[in-house]
């Protein structure tokens, strides 16, 4: 049962594109930004790293995203979402692995953008997406920053 927001909807949308002249030119920031996110390791990537890493300065990125009709923390976000996506698809990982994977300092902030995306808290949507399946009586330890989380 699929619970999550599909990336590149809600206001905002970074992967809407106009059919204007020229308009295949005016997202390329916003592109490079999501590949350089969907690619990296999110607990390091700030918006200063991202600038660096596409050879402008934190200014123009923002002034550039800006005139894509986003910024860099809704980009995050959707990242974010898009990584959370995939890997449930997976395996299932305790919220603090999951949280620390996504690059997010604090397990609760994690819980909260979860619950946005999904309109479900964490354990209610486990319930509700893997009461079909056969889960393991084991699940994969835990093991974040400071206890060995991948």
Not at 23 to 50: F, H, K, P, W
Request: hydrophobic share 30%.
């Amino acid at each position: 049962m699929e619970h999550a927001m599909p990336l590149g909807t809600g206001e905002g949308s970074c992967c809407l594109r106009s059919e204007q002249p020229g308009a295949q030119y005016r997202y390329r920031t916003t592109d490079r930004v999501l590949q350089i996110l969907l690619n990296g390791d999110l607990s390091r990537l700030r918006a200063d790293s991202v600038a660096e890493n596409m050879g402008i300065s934190p200014t123009t990125l923002r002034r550039r995203l800006r005139a894509d009709h986003t910024h860099y923390q809704f980009l995050l976000d959707r990242a974010r979402q898009y990584r959370c996506e995939q890997q449930l698809r997976n395996l299932w990982l305790p919220g603090k692995c999951l949280a620390d994977q996504l690059g997010y300092l604090e397990v609760n902030s994690f819980y909260r953008a979860f619950r946005r995306w999904t309109g479900l808290n964490y354990i209610e949507y486990k319930a509700v997406s893997y009461t079909h399946l056969t889960l393991p009586t084991t699940i994969k330890p835990c093991r974040s920053r400071g206890s060995g989380c991948h």
